[in-house]
């Protein structure tokens, strides 16, 4: 398996822990220590709305638990 380069860049990758390089196509991607799991690219247009997504969704049901 190759190296992913990009991946191991450490000015791709903000604050140690954020993604972001617009030059990687890739939503989803290994974190730095891949034992960790996957986070997003930041970079991506879609990883905003996905997390405005899961903000509302958790919103949106602590509000209905809390009426």
Do not use: C
């Not at 000015?11 to 990687?24: A, E, H, Q, R, V």
């Not at 799991?37 to 930041?42: A, P």
């Amino acid at each position: 398996m190759e190296k992913n380069i990009e991946k191991e860049n450490a000015g791709n990758w903000k604050w140690g822990i954020f993604y972001f390089n617009k030059n990687d196509r890739r939503l989803i991607v290994p974190k730095r220590i891949k034992i960790l799991g996957w986070t997003l690219n930041f970079a991506h247009p879609l990883s905003y709305l996905i997390i405005a997504l899961i903000f509302t969704f958790v919103f949106y049901q602590f509000y209905q638990h809390n009426i």
